[in-house]
Antibody
Framework: QVQVVQSGAEVKKPGASVKVSCKASGYSFTSYYMHWVRQAPGQGLEWMGM????????HYAQKFQGRVTMTRDTSTSTVYMELSSLKSEDTAVYYCAREIPNALNFDYWGQGTLVTVSS | EIVLTQSPGTLSLSPGERATLSCRASQGVNSRCLTWYQQKPGQAPRLLIYGASTRATGIPDRFCGSGSGTDFTLTISRLEPEDFAVYYCQHYGSSGYTFGQGTKLEIK
């Protein structure tokens, strides 16, 4: 069965970087896009960007351009999201979510990773 | 950038009642690009409806999506206890994906 499992919670200081992983199993890793969506405490959902694992092509939301990097490792079926220059406002749960190419919706989601930015 | 506005912010209903949730876009959108998710506390969102009206795999037929242009609706015909959650609409556009702010469906 399809599974998307994320790495554990992180605590970072302002100005640092964080790298969250998302390991996929139960399907052909390179046949689906992977997106990252975050949710600040008590707030709504915010799309950060996506990666096409097959072509290694990324597309980032303008808000995060220059601060986010999404990569993949096809040997382990894992995608990564690295966010730099962290601020307290980046405290959130970060989700990865799978998309069938061009389906325009996210059918499987990881369990979420809480990133806390605090001095 | 298209802005999605969901209403009401909170909807208080009882099990067995009918729920009507609205998602309004700031300009007309392609229905194919409109999606609904359900999120329960402490859980990841769950895909409910895509293409404005197609139920995702395993979604009960009491969930119904409709609408076009700027106005979209998620209707839950007879509320079950497990339906009380937050619902988000989502749109795909030229600059990527945007979400509405959510509607919280709570037990009255």
């Amino acid at each position: 069965q399809v599974q998307v499992v994320q790495s554990g919670a992180e605590v970072k200081k302002p100005g640092a970087s964080v790298k969250v992983s998302c390991k996929a199993s139960g399907y052909s890793f390179t046949s689906y896009y992977m997106h990252w969506v975050r949710q600040a405490p008590g707030q709504g959902l915010e799309w950060m960007g996506m990666i096409n694992p097959s072509a290694d092509i990324t597309h980032y939301a303008q808000k995060f351009q220059g601060r986010v990097t999404m990569t993949r490792d096809t040997s382990t079926s894992t995608v990564y999201m690295e966010l730099s220059s962290l601020k307290s406002e980046d405290t959130a749960v970060y989700y990865c979510a799978r998309e069938i190419p061009n389906a325009l919706n996210f059918d499987y989601w990881g369990q979420g990773t809480l990133v806390t930015v605090s001095s | 950038e298209i802005v999605l506005t969901q209403s009401p912010g909170t909807l208080s209903l009882s099990p067995g009642e009918r729920a009507t949730l609205s998602c309004r876009a700031s300009q007309g959108v392609n229905s194919r690009c409109l999606t609904w998710y359900q999120q329960k506390p402490g859980q990841a969102p769950r895909l409910l409806i895509y293409g404005a009206s197609t139920r995702a795999t395993g979604i009960p037929d009491r969930f119904c999506g409709s609408g076009s242009g700027t106005d979209f609706t998620l209707t839950i015909s007879r509320l079950e206890p497990e339906d009380f959650a937050v619902y988000y609409c989502q749109h795909y556009g030229s600059s990527g994906y945007t979400f509405g702010q959510g509607t919280k469906l709570e037990i009255k």
